[in-house]
């Protein structure tokens, strides 16, 4: 059974820095792609980060790039977002999305986890 379970958020001040974890189980973060999403209040939810199955290769949504890095721990099976440089406008709830399955792959999806950029 594939369960995505996301830690880590909080407040923050504006310039201060946030790593998000994601622990996934039922299946290996290295063999599918996993994404990192986030909504913030009267928005719709909107990718931030991605990163592909065996090769690793990452993409940012550009109001994120240079300051956002998704990464994965193999050993750990878990999902990364090293968020540094952080603005009023990245408070969103942040959730955790895999695309799991090799005939007929399924969207999961993490509760979320709320951070908070604020003075």
């Known amino acids: 059974q594939v369960q995505l379970v996301e830690s880590g958020g909080g407040l923050v001040q504006p310039g201060g820095s946030l790593t998000l974890s994601c622990a996934a189980s039922?299946?290996?973060?290295?063999?599918?792609?996993m994404r990192w999403y986030r909504q913030a209040p009267g928005k719709e939810r909107e990718l931030v980060a991605s990163?592909?199955?065996?090769?690793?290769?990452?993409n940012y949504a550009d109001s994120v790039k240079a300051r956002f890095t998704i990464s994965r721990d193999r050993s750990l099976n878990t999902l990364y977002l090293q968020m540094n440089s952080l603005k009023p406008e990245d408070t969103a709830v942040y959730y955790c999305y895999a695309y799991v399955g090799l005939i007929r792959p399924v969207d999961y999806w993490g509760q979320g986890t709320q951070v908070t950029v604020s003075s």
């Open positions: 990163i592909s199955g065996s090769g690793g290769r990452t």
């Open positions: 039922g299946f290996t973060v290295g063999n599918y792609p």
